[in-house]
């Protein structure tokens, strides 16, 4: 009889996942693209930043993530960080929308010269608008990044759509 039963519940489930739609939560590669601007790290002077990234999204949803390389250089420091950041968008696909994000970042400094650096980990915020133009979008974005050197940084930049 416990056979039977166990038999019968395991059957129930399984035909319940068979037949219940998949939810995917999962993000997809959606393209790649780059960022130029302007930073001023603390302490230093105003530097030029050259940046390049990928882009995933959720289908369905106005969440983003975006890892990236960052390099700027500025007459004493030179910086280079590995950011992950999320952002989400708060018009639909399609339109021009301001977002807003944050994220993560590894961020090494050198002073004035090759070997007098150090690493440390940062927290980004951003935000900005993105303006869609068919086969990729572009932006304007505003940094914060708190780190051991601080930085606010002005970047424009575009990602190209990748097709799936």
Do not use: C
């Not at 999962?26 to 790649?32: N, P």
């Not at 302007?38 to 289908?59: K, N, T, Y």
């Not at 980990?121 to 990044?145: D, I, Q, V």
């Amino acid at each position: 009889m416990k056979r039977t039963h166990r038999t019968t519940l395991l059957s129930l489930v399984v035909t319940l996942l068979i037949v219940s739609p998949a939810v995917s939560h999962a993000f997809a590669l959606a393209g790649g693209g780059g960022k130029l601007g302007f930073v001023d790290p603390e302490g230093g002077d105003g530097a030029p930043a050259v940046s390049a990234h990928l882009e995933f999204d959720q289908p369905g949803t106005a969440w983003h993530m975006m890892p990236s390389v960052m390099f700027w250089d500025s007459d004493r420091v030179t910086g280079l960080s590995g950011n992950f950041d999320m952002y989400y968008h708060f018009v639909s696909e399609g339109a021009a929308t301001p977002y807003a994000g944050a994220g993560v970042g590894v961020n090494h400094f050198d002073y004035d010269g090759p070997g007098n650096g150090n690493t440390r980990l940062g927290l980004n915020l951003f935000g900005g608008l993105r303006f869609p133009t068919g086969a990729s979008h572009l932006f304007l974005e505003g940094r914060y990044t708190a780190s051991r050197i601080s930085q606010i940084s002005l970047l424009g930049g575009v990602t190209f759509i990748g097709g799936r």
